[in-house]
């Protein structure tokens, strides 16, 4: 086995760092031919991958959308902060929510709001696309509501009212 002074290169032949990974834990492990089932299990994680990437990110929205009502919940119960936001209650409720959001989707979806500057201070139309999801209304009113402190209403579609939440 090789010591801890020395190192992959020391000795006749140089070893690349994953061979010389695989050959100090097979030494560890006494397990022959250790790269047979290091291949194995790499090839099992390729498999699986796609099934986790499936289940995770929906599940993280949910997570989130059920955070988001159960944070409403909280605020909703609390009438200490009323005095704090005398004109509307409701607002720090919007800034965690929208900060929440926000952060969601420039973290995981790298989602960004590119002229906001061009919408009218009075009333406005703003068309989505028509593969435009729940998450990105949300990404999108979140965004909005920091850059210019307004709101958006939205007409969707009937399976719009049937998610959870």
């Keep these: 086995m090789i010591g801890g002074n020395e190192s992959c290169t020391a000795g006749p032949i140089p070893m690349s760092y994953l061979t010389c990974l695989t050959y100090i834990l097979g ?7 250790i790269e ?5 299990a790499v090839y099992l994680l390729w498999v ?3 099934l986790a990437v499936v ?3 929906p599940s993280v929205l949910i997570i989130l959308f059920y955070t988001s009502v159960l ?23 919007k800034e965690v929510l929208a900060t929440l959001w926000d952060g969601h989707g420039r973290i995981w979806h790298g989602y960004e709001l590119h002229g ?8 406005g139309l703003i068309v989505f696309y028509h593969g435009a999801t729940p998450a990105d209304y949300v990404y999108f009113m979140a965004r909005l509501h920091i850059e210019r402190k307004r709101y958006c209403h939205v007409v969707a579609d009937h399976f719009v009212f049937r998610l959870p939440g």
């Design 55 to 57: 289940f995770l990110l």
């Design 36 to 40: 047979d089932y290091l291949s194995y």
């Design 48 to 50: 699986l991958f796609p």
């Design 116 to 123: 906001a500057e061009n919408i009218p201070e009075g009333p």
């Design 27 to 33: 030494e560890w492990t006494g397990v022959e031919h």
């Design 71 to 93: 944070l409403l919940h909280i605020y909703k119960r609390k009438n200490e902060l009323k005095e704090a936001y005398s004109n509307d209650l409701w607002y720090g409720a």
